[in-house]
């Protein structure tokens, strides 16, 4: 038996109620820079907590904190950070240049 959409049922289905996708209306809100708020918040808190465990470290091999479970926690967690962000600098990045190369 061929697949050739003679049997009545189409090949792909359309965005239509009848088979049951729901219609999908397009945004119309303000833009309130909501991507530049989020982007700035999380360099912000990704610095911060670099910073803090900067902060530990310096504090652990100074002698005046002698946790090393937490100090290494704390530099674990901002490199982890750290490396998330750069990961999404290089997303943004390749998107950048993607869309560059798009002929109009």
Same mark, same amino acid.
């Given at each position: 038996m061929a697949i050739d959409g003679a049997s009545g049922i189409p090949l792909i289905r359309p965005h239509t109620?009848?088979?049951?996708?729901?219609?999908?209306?397009p945004s119309t809100g303000p833009v309130d820079g909501s991507f530049k708020a989020a982007l700035e918040s999380a360099i912000g808190g990704t610095n911060a907590d670099i910073k803090s465990a900067q902060a530990a470290g310096e504090a652990f091999a100074s002698g005046a904190r002698d946790d090393i479970h937490g100090t290494m926690i704390a530099l674990s967690q901002a490199d982890i950070e750290l490396?998330?962000?750069?990961?999404? &600098?290089s997303k943004v990045t390749d998107a950048f240049f993607e869309?560059? &190369?798009?002929q109009i």
């Open positions: 109620p009848e088979y049951g996708l729901p219609d999908v209306a490396k998330f962000a750069n990961n999404i &600098r869309i560059w &190369r798009m």
